[in-house]
């Protein structure tokens, strides 16, 4: 069993499709984020576990879903429709195995589905993770996998959009090894409210770039 933590906050149109996909021995683990429309109730009827986390933040609701999980390994992609579950496999296959630590689905993107700014703040992200932690990664990929204990173990503070770069950063200084596999990235459904707008991604890169010094 792998347990899959899906941050939500206001995904009511895309989690039945997204839910529907769950590969088997696959658990969707939403974690409601202060939603304002009816994503909980939506999540509970497709029959995944629902966890709140009333403080805001994607790293705060990362961490939230890791602690709600049990599973020796665990997954984390976006809950906006722009990944399909079914590619988890692909994602957790080398960390169930045992030949890796920590996997990233670098992102194929088609048509329309990563908007110019988001994509050169994420290649320029990448090239400073490289550069400050020698880790050789393509994509901050919101699909990722590890094992659940490794991961609380590994300390990553960061509550807010710096959750998944720190999370690499302390993962390459603590010697795991670090991989990654392409995933098809569609657009999402439904409005942006973080990439998909300018002032999303800066506010993103800005929590990044904090945890980078």
């Known amino acids: ?46 029959g995944a576990l629902v966890v709140a986390e009333p403080a805001r933040g ?10 709600a999980a049990s599973a020796e390994v665990v997954c984390f992609m976006d809950a906006d429709g722009s990944l399909d579950p079914r590619d988890l496999p692909l994602v957790s296959a080398a960390v169930t195995d ?4 920590l996997v990233l689905g670098a992102r194929r993107a088609s048509a329309g589905a990563w908007p110019v700014h988001a994509r050169l703040a994420n290649r320029l992200l990448a090239r400073e993770l490289r550069r400050r932690g ?3 990664v393509t994509d901050l990929g919101p699909m ?31 010697g795991w ?23 999303g991604t800066a506010r993103a890169v800005r929590d990044m770039a904090r945890v980078l010094t």
């Open 134 to 136: 020698g880790v050789v």
């Open 98 to 101: 045992g030949t890796a630590d």
């Open 1 to 46: 069993m792998v347990d899959v933590i899906l941050p939500v906050l206001d995904e009511e149109a895309a989690l039945p499709a997204l839910l529907g996909r769950m590969p088997d021995g696959h658990r969707p683990i939403v974690v409601d984020n202060g939603s304002t429309d009816g994503s909980a109730a939506v999540a509970q009827a497709a």
């Open 144 to 174: 990722r996998a590890a094992r659940r204990e490794a991961l609380l173990a590994l300390g990553v503070a960061d509550r807010r959009f710096g959750w998944p770069l720190e999370m690499v950063l302390r993962a390459a200084r603590a």
């Open 58 to 67: 994607f790293g705060a609701a990362c961490w939230r879903g890791l602690r």
């Open 177 to 199: 090894r670090i991989e990654e596999v392409p995933v098809p990235y569609a657009p999402r459904i439904g409005r942006s409210k973080v990439t998909g707008t300018v002032r």
